[in-house]
């Protein structure tokens, strides 16, 4: 994010959406195929594949171009976690609601293939419904940096907001496997909408000497705090009270994190109008 960030304050123009984007649509692909190929060849081709894949990955990054930011900036960039909430309210509430709904949108994606089988879903259904969710990620990130020249960030979070209540929602009460893949679709409008403005927003709103740590948070509240609240959650109810029991878990979450995007993206929104 910071790499893309940079490229386009010195003037080069990326589709950092359509970028991460094109990294969803490779995950979705790769995972459907190294599962097929897997239960065809032998788990350990993954290996070859992890170790071509991380030479690709040295070779593309020795070879981009080096980029110099100018920063008028005299002083200390380190900033404490505390003191960047404190000095950045709303961008830290709104990172709340989105660890809590990507927590709960953890756990349903974690235990995704119980879900699948209640409702009379096979493996091969399970590997169709997780490409349908990283696939749907691409067109809402492409066209992420062109919203944000008609629509303000927080107007792309309430939206965002109310996508994940949908998406949760259609997942947890689907009485059937095609209201499920509907909820798995919802996935690109809500964690695909949002990502993509979270990193323009801290490019545009936070202060170049702490961008990094803006970008940092992101990781932090999401797959940091919100997975592991999520899965661990997640994996407890299950054991002691059934899958029922999780889904309303994650529905709760859901409502909660959910209503914080919303209603703190709105009040930003009214202060601004003022």
């Not at 081709?45 to 080096?66: A, Q, R, S």
């Not at 059937?176 to 545009?204: E, K």
């Amino acid at each position: 994010s910071m790499i893309c960030m940079n490229h386009l304050k010195v003037g080069h123009y990326i589709n950092f959406g359509l970028a991460r984007g094109l990294g969803s649509i490779a995950y979705a692909t790769t995972a459907f195929s190294l599962g097929l190929l897997v239960d065809k060849i032998n788990p350990s081709l993954l290996v070859l594949f992890f170790v071509v894949g991380m030479v690709l990955l040295l070779v593309d990054l020795y070879t981009i171009e080096e980029i110099a930011i100018n920063s008028d900036a005299k002083t200390d960039t380190h900033i404490s976690v505390f003191k960047f909430i404190k000095t950045y309210r709303f961008y830290f509430v709104i990172l709340l609601g989105f660890g809590i709904t990507f927590g709960a949108s953890a756990m349903l994606s974690t235990y995704l293939i119980n879900i699948v089988k209640s409702l009379g879903g096979t493996t091969s259904f399970y590997g169709i419904a997780v490409f349908a969710m990283a696939a749907s990620e691409l067109p809402f990130m492409a066209i992420t940096h062109t919203l944000l020249k008609h629509f303000k960030s927080e107007q792309l979070f309430v939206v965002a907001g109310i996508m994940y209540l949908v998406r949760n929602l259609l997942i947890c009460l689907a009485p059937n496997l095609p209201i499920l893949i509907l909820g798995m679709l919802s996935q690109g409008a809500s964690y695909g909408l949002f990502t993509a403005t979270i990193t323009y927003y801290v490019s545009d709103h936070i202060d170049r000497k702490h961008e990094m740590m803006g970008q940092t948070m992101i990781s932090m509240m999401s797959t940091g705090l919100g997975s592991f609240m999520g899965n661990v959650m997640g994996g407890l109810l299950q054991d002691c009270f059934g899958l029922s029991i999780m889904l309303i878990a994650g529905l709760i979450m859901t409502l909660i994190g959910s209503l914080i995007l919303v209603v703190f993206s709105l009040k930003q929104l009214k202060t601004h109008a003022s």
